[in-house]
Each structure stands twice: as structure tokens, then as C-alpha cells.
């Protein structure tokens, strides 16, 4: 089974800083999709991005972008330019391309943003 | 509609109760989720429905919970005889084609379930 550890329970950033949220991952399949979810107080579950397992490029969705790092089974999110909207729980997912389409989450990193 | 809805937002029940929770899908959307989400943890899957059909319930934890989706449209999450265990957050998502590559599923705003 497919397991997702986010080591970071809790980060803070400075407003108009970079912040990197950690996610590692582990599973015996070759392709799968991965995700970063955002969850908010209102508890709203918003995808923030998401990246292909056979796509080397990392994906970018204007101040988030991912470093993936397929032969170390590692997802990171970088957050650029930090907002006070970005604070929430982020959850990174997996999702395998063959076997089931649910989402196996992470427990997820509190991020706080500082004015 | 707009996005999924799930109704009640909050549910307050006693030991041993029944409850039904409710999600309203995105328009069009095949696949419909139900997770599950205790306090301090991620989403933990529970059933997954293409159409009327529940195609995985390996997430269920025993036979307490059970799920319908009777249209292919509306799902309701049934438990019987609660326990306090099962307080959490259970979250609804709907997606358009979950074969696709470039499916993505979108989540309603969750039912709070407090088991006394």
C-alpha cells in the first residue's frame, strides 16, 4: 500500500517570503499522479497543483511550484511571495494510475504566514 | 451546481445513534468520494461510486458504514450504532472522469459528526 509522510507539522513564513513544504512518498508503482491540496478554516479542500509521475518537468501554478523528485520518491511545494491567504493545512496526495482512484493523503503541514 | 455540498455542515449525535450525511456532486460528475478526516490527520478514503455503482469500498472500516448512490447523482453516507470513534469530519468529492489523466476531483466543505 501507498504511504505519504509530510514531516513537517507545522511551518511559518514571512509575508512576501519562500516557503518549501516537504512530502515524501512510497509506492512500488511506475506512474501515479501527486498532488498538493489546501485546506483552509472553512475546511474546503482546493487544489493547489498537481504533477504527472512520467513528467520530468515539475509543474508550476503561478506562486506554487513542486520539485519532483521521482528516484527519491520526494514531492516539495514552494510556496513564492507569500500571502496571509496561504495560511492553511496543506496535504500532499498520491493517487495510483492503475489501482483505484482514490487519493492517499498525508497528515498535512499547518502553514502560518506572518505579517 | 456550483461545487459539491454536503449537508448537514454539522451533525451532533449520541452513542449508539443513526445518522445519514448527505453530498450533493458537481453537475455531470461520474465519480463521487467519501473520506474521512479525524482531527490532526489527512483525509482517509472510504467508498468511491462511478455512477450508481459503488466500484471500491475497501476504505469502509466495518459494516456499520455504508454508502447509496441510488440516481448516479446524490450519495448519502449511512452509520449505524455510533461511537465516539467516529466523530470527524466526513468529506464528499465528485470528479468528471476519473480514467482521465487529467481528472481532478473537487471536494465539498465536509459534515462535522461530534458522537457524545
Known amino acids: 500500500a501507498q504511504t505519504v509522510t509530510q514531516s513537517q507539522p507545522e511551518m511559518s513564513v514571512q509575508e512576501a517570503e519562500t516557503v518549501t513544504l516537504s512530502c515524501t512518498y512510497d509506492t512500488s508503482e511506475s506512474d501515479y499522479y501527486l498532488f498538493w491540496y489546501k485546506q483552509p478554516p472553512s475546511r474546503q479542500m482546493i487544489l493547489v497543483i498537481r504533477?504527472?509521475?512520467?513528467?520530468?518537468q515539475n509543474a508550476t501554478e503561478n506562486r506554487f511550484s513542486v520539485n519532483f523528485q521521482k528516484a527519491a520518491k520526494s514531492f516539495s511545494l514552494k510556496i513564492s511571495d507569500s500571502q496571509l491567504g496561504d495560511a492553511a493545512m496543506y496535504f500532499c496526495?498520491?493517487?495510483?494510475?492503475?489501482?483505484?482512484?482514490?487519493?492517499?493523503f498525508g497528515p498535512g503541514t499547518r502553514l502560518s504566514v506572518l505579517p | 451546481g456550483a461545487g459539491v455540498s454536503q449537508t448537514p455542515s454539522n451533525k451532533v449525535t449520541e452513542k449508539g445513534k443513526y445518522v445519514e450525511l448527505r453530498c450533493d456532486p458537481i453537475?455531470?460528475?461520474?465519480?463521487l468520494y467519501w473520506y474521512r478526516q479525524s482531527l490532526g490527520q489527512g483525509p482517509e478514503f472510504l467508498i468511491y461510486f462511478q455512477g450508481t455503482g459503488a466500484a471500491d469500498d475497501s476504505g469502509l472500516p466495518n459494516d456499520r458504514f455504508f454508502a447509496v448512490r441510488p440516481e448516479g447523482s446524490v450519495s448519502t453516507l449511512k452509520i449505524q450504532r455510533t461511537e465516539r470513534g467516529d466523530s470527524a469530519v466526513y468529506l464528499c468529492a465528485s470528479s468528471l472522469s476519473p480514467s482521465a489523466s487529467t481528472d481532478t476531483q473537487y471536494f465539498g466543505p465536509g459534515t462535522r459528526l461530534t458522537v457524545l
Open positions: 453537475s455531470g460528475h461520474t465519480a
Open positions: 496526495a498520491y493517487r495510483s494510475y492503475n489501482y483505484g482512484q482514490n487519493f492517499v
Open positions: 504533477q504527472e509521475a512520467y513528467k520530468q
